[in-house]
C-alpha cells in the first residue's frame, strides 16, 4: 500500500559547504582528495570492434596520491570502460582510492521475490567488492541515497561503503523559500497495491515537498501531488536524488502555461547525481538542480 506521510519541516543545519567543483562527466574523471585537487584525464577510445581503448594520462603523477574516480553508469553500455578504469587506478601505487558512485543504478532491484529473480544489485555491488586494494588500504565507496538501506549488506571487506545523503543540501534549500514557515515533509510509503492515501498528518494550507530517493516515470510522485491537493495543500513540490527519467518522462511534469502551472508541481528539485539529466531539465520550470558538488568535497575529506 502507498501511503503518504506528512511531518514538520526541521530547521536546517547552516554549516558552510565546500565550494570545491566537481565536473560530472558520461565516464568520469580523475582528481586527487584534497582542496587543491589537480583534476586529471583519461583517453576514452575505442578499438574498431568497439571494446574500449584506454589510456590514464600522467599516470606516474598520481603515485603516492590520494585518488578519487567520479563514476556515473549511465547505462549497461559504459559500466565495463569504467570498471576497467577503476580496477586499474589502486594498481598505480597510489596512497588511497576513493570510487564516487553518486547514483548506484541498480539499487531499485536488491531482492528476489519469487525463483528465478535475479538481483543485480547484489550483482553490481559484489563486483565493485572486488576492487584491487591500495597501498591505503580498501576502496572507499561513496553513494548518495541507496534505495535500500540493507544493501549495505551486499559489499565485502574489500570496500568500504559510505551512505551519504542529498537532504542536508534539500534543508538548506527549503530555509531560502520566502514560505520556508509553513513547508510539511511528505514521504511515499511504496508497496505491493501501489495506491495512494494519505496516511497521516494534515497538508490543509501547508506546501508539502515530496522527498523520495529517486524517480523514474514519475507515476508515484504525480499521484501523491493529486491526494495532497484533494486535503487543501496550497503549494506541492517534489524532491529526489536521482532525476532517472527514462524516455523523458520528465517532460509530463513541465510547466506549459500558467493554468497547469497552477494546478502541476511548484518546484521540482533534483541533483546532479544524473548528469545527463540535470543538464537536459536545467533552466526548465519546475525543476532546479542542487549541485551535490560541494557535499562530495567534504566526503573525500582525508
Not at 213 to 236: F, R, Y
Amino acid at each position: 500500500m502507498l501511503g503518504v506521510e506528512i511531518e514538520q519541516l526541521k530547521q536546517p543545519n547552516e554549516d558552510n559547504e565546500d565550494e570545491m567543483f566537481w565536473e560530472h562527466t558520461p565516464s568520469g574523471d580523475i582528481t586527487t582528495a584534497s582542496t587543491h585537487g589537480a583534476l586529471q584525464s583519461i583517453n576514452w577510445r575505442s578499438f574498431d570492434d568497439g571494446f574500449p581503448n584506454l589510456f590514464i594520462n600522467n599516470a606516474q603523477d598520481i603515485r603516492g596520491r590520494h585518488v578519487a574516480f567520479l563514476a556515473f553508469f549511465s547505462s549497461p553500455c559504459v559500466i565495463f570502460e569504467q570498471l576497467s578504469v577503476i580496477f586499474a587506478l589502486p594498481r598505480l601505487f597510489v596512497a588511497s582510492f576513493t570510487l564516487v558512485l553518486p547514483f548506484f543504478p541498480t539499487g531499485s532491484f536488491e531482492r528476489m521475490e519469487e525463483e528465478g529473480d535475479v538481483a543485480t544489485a547484489f550483482t553490481m555491488a559484489r563486483i565493485l567488492s572486488n576492487i584491487p586494494i591500495s597501498r591505503g588500504g580498501p576502496t572507499s565507496l561513496v553513494i548518495y541515497d541507496i534505495h535500500a538501506l540493507q544493501e549495505r549488506f551486499y559489499f565485502g571487506d574489500h570496500v568500504l561503503p559510505c551512505f551519504e545523503t542529498g537532504i542536508p543540501l534539500l534543508k538548506q534549500r527549503l530555509h531560502q523559500l520566502p514560505d520556508a514557515d509553513n513547508i510539511s515533509i511528505a514521504f511515499p510509503d511504496d508497496g505491493d497495491k501501489r495506491f495512494v492515501r494519505l496516511k497521516e498528518g494534515s497538508a490543509a494550507g501547508r506546501h508539502v515537498v515530496i522527498v523520495d530517493d529517486l524517480v523514474q516515470s514519475g507515476g508515484t510522485l504525480i499521484e501523491c501531488q493529486k491526494v495532497l491537493a484533494a486535503h487543501g495543500a496550497t503549494k506541492v513540490s517534489a524532491y529526489v536524488t536521482h532525476g532517472v527519467f527514462p524516455k523523458q518522462s520528465w517532460e509530463r511534469f513541465l510547466h506549459k502555461n500558467e493554468e497547469e502551472s497552477e494546478k502541476a508541481f511548484a518546484n521540482f528539485w533534483i541533483t546532479d547525481s544524473c548528469p545527463h539529466t540535470a543538464t537536459t531539465i536545467a533552466n526548465r520550470a519546475p525543476f532546479e538542480i542542487i549541485s551535490l558538488a560541494g557535499s562530495i568535497a567534504d566526503a573525500l575529506q582525508i
